[in-house]
C-alpha cells in the first residue's frame, strides 16, 4: 500500500527506490516512503535495517548510490546537508552530538544561524526554541553535564533550531525512563501542534502506536509495510523480518539481534 494514494493527498516527502551502497555492502537497497504534511510517520525495522542510512540519505549527510527523494515536489536526493536543512528538513542523530564544551543555548544558537545570520536574532530565536523544548532553565549548562534524556532534547532543540517543515527523529527516545518518554511524548505533540511534519525511527512499538499516523517497515534496505501501526504489527512480512515467529508489540519494541 502506498501511503500518498492510501491518504489522498500529495506527500510532503516521497521517496522512491532509495539506494545506498557501502563497497558491496546495500544498505538501502530501494527503500519507498511517503510522508503526508502534517502527519506523524513511524519508520521501524529490525537493527541495520537501513533507518539512520535512509534519514542520512534524505538529509543530505550522505549521497544515495540511486534513487529520488522528492521534498514539496523537488527532487533533492544528492543535495548538500546545508541545502537541505534551508529548504526546511532537520534531523536529529541517533548517536548524540556531545556539545561537551558548548553550553546548551550556545549549541542552539549555531543550528538558529542557519536562519539567523545575525548572532543577535539566533541567540533571541534559540531562546524561544530552548522554552519551547523545556529546556530554558538548563540554557547555562554544558552540554557534557545533561542527562541523556537532556542530551535528546538538546538534539531535538538544535534540529528545531533550524526552524524545519520535516523533522527526522531518530530514536530521540532511546535509553530514556518511562518517565522521560511520557515527557518526549509531549514534547513530540506540541512540536506536531506547531505543524511541523514529522518522520520518526523509533524501536518502542507503545510510544510509536498511540501517536503515528502511519507506519513504514524497511528490512535489508527495503520496504516492506506502509500503513497504521495496529495492522504492522499482524503483518506477516514484519512478522518474519524481526523474528520469523508471531510476536506481539512488546517483542517487536524490544528485539536487538
Ligand atoms: N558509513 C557506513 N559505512 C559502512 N557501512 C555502514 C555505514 N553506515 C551504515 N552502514 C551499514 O549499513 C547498514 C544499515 O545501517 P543503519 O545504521 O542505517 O541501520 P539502522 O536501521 O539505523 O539500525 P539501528 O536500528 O541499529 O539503528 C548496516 O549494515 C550498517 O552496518
Ligand atoms: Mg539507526
Do not use: W
Not at 525512563?177 to 507503545?206: F, K, N, Q, Y
Amino acid at each position: 500500500m502506498n501511503a500518498a494514494t492510501s491518504s489522498g493527498t500529495a506527500a510532503l516527502l516521497e521517496v522512491r527506490g532509495l539506494s545506498k551502497r557501502f563497497g558491496s555492502l546495500r544498505a538501502l537497497d530501494g527503500v519507498d516512503l511517503d510522508v503526508a504534511e502534517g502527519s506523524l510517520t513511524g519508520l521501524i525495522g529490525p537493527n541495520g535495517a537501513g533507518k539512520s542510512t535512509a534519514f542520512s540519505c534524505i538529509a543530505g549527510a550522505d549521497k544515495p548510490t540511486a534513487g529520488s527523494v522528492r521534498f514539496r515536489g523537488r527532487e533533492i536526493a544528492g543535495l548538500a546537508y546545508h541545502r537541505v536543512a534551508a529548504l526546511g528538513i532537520g534531523r536529529t542523530y541517533q548517536i548524540v552530538q556531545t556539545f561537551a564544551d558548548m553550553t546548551v543555548l550556545e549549541a542552539v544558537t549555531t543550528a538558529a544561524l542557519l536562519r539567523h545570520p545575525h548572532l543577535r536574532d539566533a541567540v533571541a530565536y534559540a531562546q524561544d526554541v530552548l522554552a519551547f523544548a523545556g529546556l530554558a532553565d538548563k540554557r547555562y549548562r554544558l552540554g557534557r553535564a545533561l542527562t541523556i534524556a537532556d542530551k535528546k532534547r538538546l538534539e531535538v532543540a538544535r534540529a528545531l533550531a533550524t526552524d524545519p517543515s520535516l523533522l527526522l527523529l531518530d530514536e530521540v527516545m532511546a535509553g530514556l525512563t518511562p518517565s522521560e518518554c511520557h515527557d518526549a511524548v509531549g514534547l513530540l505533540r506540541r512540536i506536531i501542534a506547531r505543524g511541523i511534519t514529522v518522520l520518526m525511527v523509533e524501536h518502542v512499538m507503545e510510544v510509536l502506536m498511540p501517536i503515528a499516523d502511519h507506519i513504514v517497515v524497511i528490512a535489508a534496505g527495503k520496504t516492506i509495510f506502509t500503513g497504521a501501526a495496529s495492522e504492522a504489527v499482524r503483518d506477516p512480512r514484519v512478522i518474519e523480518a524481526y523474528l520469523g515467529s508471531p510476536l506481539e508489540h512488546r517483542e517487536i519494541a524490544e528485539h536487538k539481534p
